[in-house]
Nanobody
Framework: QVVLLESGGGSVQAGDSLRLSCVVSGGTFSAFAMGWFRQAPGKEREFVAAVTWDAGRTNYADSVKGRFTISRDNAKNTVFLQMSSLKPEDTAVYYC????????????????????WGQGTQVTVSS
């Protein structure tokens, strides 16, 4: 059984930073791309960032490029999302997901490509 557990969310001011973590238990973490998505109230879940299984490639939503950094530590079965220069529009529940397929060459922006999800962590940015 694969279980994902996010942490690190909170309430911050605009311009602040937060670091989200997602620990994965079960399965072979190092074989799968990982992604971060977010969902604001009344909106669809949207792609934020993804990293390939070997951290050789990352991709980001345009709205977070230059402010967010995704990384992973395969020895600790953990993926991170470093968020800087936070804006009120970044307010959402943030979810990490594990790709359905091993050894993919890119991290998908499509949530349907992810087979496992965490429960989410709330990030609230006030102006």
């Amino acid at each position: 059984q694969v279980v994902l557990l996010e942490s690190g969310g909170g309430s911050v001011q605009a311009g602040d930073s937060l670091r989200l973590s997602c620990v994965v238990s079960g399965g072979t973490f190092s074989a799968f791309a990982m992604g971060w998505f977010r969902q604001a109230p009344g909106k669809e879940r949207e792609f934020v960032a993804a990293v390939t299984w070997d951290a050789g490639r990352t991709n980001y939503a345009d709205s977070v490029k230059g402010r967010f950094t995704i990384s992973r530590d395969n020895a600790k079965n953990t993926v991170f999302l470093q968020m800087s220069s936070l804006k009120p529009e970044d307010t959402a529940v943030y979810y990490c997901g594990r790709d359905r397929n091993a050894y993919g060459v890119y991290g998908s922006v499509d949530s349907r490509e992810y087979g496992y999800w965490g429960q989410g962590t709330q990030v609230t940015v006030s102006s």
